[in-house]
């Protein structure tokens, strides 16, 4: 990962633009979609900068100058003076989703978004207010954390119950809540690595890493492997797979 990807919150808060033409329109656009407040130049309050001019060198000297007042600025088209890029992003309110290249290709981040567009549905985020809403009721019918997650992660799962790609998930999480519970079995599964090369993983040991509870691994586990599982994953240093399993999803990483 090359850059750290966040969801900055600017509403009612100040961006400064400088420059004009296209380029500071879109990002114009940008900050108001996003709730933004629009000023030309420094103010105290400030939280972010971009710059859309089409000068090199009076690009560099705002980017500078914005800088020296302890803003985080970016210059359009000109990654190498970005302290921060902007992705391309599907809006499917409250569920953003954000691609971005580190500033190398905005038609590949534009055609990568226009893939995902075509396949989540319009509703995606009637399904996430849903789920906000049903906060409490979860809670109370998994009252423990590790219960709860399990329970998510399979409603949301492809073909369960609340599927985020089935159009009318959203209006499904009130019989999800009230069906019957499903008791948190243990499953063990084994990805044999072939490589240390994370992007060699196959389809299945990179949804499994994405989905699993427990990891256990021999210390030798290359770090980017160990990257592509959930950061909440409970990591486990091990010579051998253990002989009874926690509950939930477990995994173990067989090195080549």
């Excluded at 000297?61 to 391309?88: E, H, I, K, S, W």
């Excluded at 954000?98 to 990568?112: E, H, N, R």
């Excluded at 590790?146 to 209006?171: C, E, K, M």
Aim: charge should be negative; glycine fraction near 8%; charged fraction near 25%.
């Amino acid at each position: 990962m090359e850059q750290l990807p966040i969801f900055l919150n600017l509403a009612g808060r100040t961006a400064v633009l400088v420059g004009e033409g296209e380029a500071a329109d879109a990002k114009a656009r940008l900050i108001v979609r996003a709730g933004g407040r629009i000023v030309p130049a420094w103010e105290e309050g400030a939280t972010i900068a971009f710059v859309a001019l089409d000068d090199d060198d009076q690009a560099r000297a705002a980017a500078q100058m914005l800088r020296a007042y302890g803003l985080l600025v970016n210059v359009v088209d000109r990654p190498d003076l970005c302290d921060f890029t902007t992705p391309a992003i599907v809006d499917r309110a409250p569920v953003t989703i954000a691609i971005g290249t580190g500033g190398a290709s905005a038609g590949l981040a534009k055609a990568v978004r226009q893939r995902i567009e075509a396949l989540l549905p319009a509703r995606l985020g009637a399904l996430a207010a849903a789920l906000q809403a049903a906060r409490a009721a979860m809670k109370a019918r998994w009252p423990a954390a590790a219960d709860r997650r399990r329970a998510i992660d399979a409603a949301l799962a492809s073909g369960g119950a609340l599927d985020p790609l089935d159009a009318g998930a959203a209006d499904k999480v009130g019989a999800w809540l009230t069906g019957a519970a499903e008791a948190a079995a243990s499953r063990l599964e084994t990805i044999r690595l072939a490589s240390a090369d994370p992007d060699e993983l196959s389809l299945r040991a990179a949804r499994l890493l994405g989905e699993a509870d427990h990891i256990f691994h021999p210390a030798a586990t290359p770090a980017a492997i160990l990257d592509r599982a959930r950061a909440d994953a409970v990591r486990h240093i091990a010579d051998a797979p253990p002989a009874e399993a926690p509950p939930g999803l477990s995994l173990w990483l067989s090195l080549p």
